[in-house]
């Protein structure tokens, strides 16, 4: 059975993965409490990263934009592996966002808006939170974008 959170996703056209596996000696989520803390979320489809490089040279801002939509997916994936339903989300703490960036390029506030914006829609209200965007030299696997979440629960 498919839960409201699911049908909700499913009339924004998308759907949650099965959870990515780690590509480190980590978890992809852990609950402490009400808080479910994710590792940080690469924008893999299918297992796969494809999209790869500096957003501001070899990747485009909005390109990367929407790779970090890609990480909300892979987010929520990663925490339902941890509470076992997403309809147990109850509000969207903390987003960290981490841009592999050109060193002219200084809009990572806006690609990590790909990320924000997805979780509204998803979540309305309970869907905002607080927000770090940080660029950085180079991400895992060279991806264009790592972000990672803190959602509450119930």
Same mark, same amino acid.
């Given at each position: 059975? &498919? !839960? *409201?959170? *699911?049908?909700?996703?499913? *009339? /924004? ?5 099965? +959870?990515s ?13 009400? %808080?479910v ?6 924008? &893999?489809?299918?297992?796969? /990263?494809?999209?790869?490089?500096k957003?501001?040279?070899? =990747? #485009? ?8 939509? +890609? ?13 076992? !339903?997403? #309809?147990?989300?109850?509000? =969207? ?5 981490? =841009?592999?960036? #050109?060193?002219?390029? +200084? ?10 914006? %997805? ?5 309305? #209200?309970?869907?905002?939170? @607080?927000? !770090?965007? =940080?660029?950085? @030299?180079?991400?895992?696997?060279? !991806? ?7 959602? *509450?629960?119930?």
């Amino acid at each position: 059975m &498919m !839960s *409201e959170l *699911e049908a909700r996703l499913a *009339e /924004l056209g998308l759907e949650v993965p099965a +959870t990515s596996k780690p590509v480190a000696a980590y978890i992809p989520a852990v609950a402490s409490r009400n %808080l479910v803390y994710t590792s940080g979320q690469l924008p &893999m489809v299918h297992g796969v /990263l494809g999209i790869t490089g500096k957003v501001g040279s070899e =990747v #485009d801002a909005d390109t990367a934009k929407l790779l970090a939509r +890609t990480c909300v997916l892979n987010g929520l994936a990663a925490a339902r592996t941890a509470i076992g !339903s997403l #309809d147990r989300i109850t509000r =969207v703490v903390k987003v960290v966002g981490f =841009v592999a960036s #050109d060193p002219s390029f +200084t809009g990572q506030p806006g690609v990590i808006n790909g990320a924000s914006e %997805l979780l509204g829609e998803i979540f309305g #209200d309970a869907g905002a939170h @607080a927000r !770090s965007a =940080v660029g950085v @030299a180079v991400l895992p696997l060279d !991806s264009p974008v790592e972000i990672e979440f803190v959602f *509450e629960f119930a």
